[in-house]
């Protein structure tokens, strides 16, 4: 599970029918320098499927590969990445 920043939201015209009441958001994975800015990020985006409402410059949780279809078994979706939560504060300890 990763942590990514939302910028943007992905507008299909058609979509398979087991994901409707879902949509598609584009987000920014964020390595953990980036999580205290996140304006700097360096990755690449991802289509990410959003079942929780996220909106831009939000923050989230998000899942890939077979994970991210795991919510959804044993009816399995076609997606590669999915808003697992969204995430209010993060706290980043230094001592470990």
């Given at each position: 599970m990763r942590i990514a920043k939302v910028i943007g939201t992905v507008t299909l015209s058609r979509s398979h029918p087991t994901l409707a009441g879902g949509s598609y958001r584009l987000a920014v994975p964020l390595s953990e320098a980036e999580l205290g800015d996140p304006a700097t990020t360096t990755a690449d985006p991802l289509v990410v499927y959003d079942e929780l409402g996220a909106g831009p410059d939000t923050l989230i949780a998000l899942?890939?590969?077979?994970?991210a279809a795991m919510p959804f078994h044993p009816?399995?979706?076609p997606i590669d990445a999915y808003?697992?939560?969204?995430l209010d504060t993060i706290h980043v300890c230094d001592d470990v």
């Open positions: 899942s890939e590969s077979r994970e009816e399995m979706k808003n697992a939560a969204i």
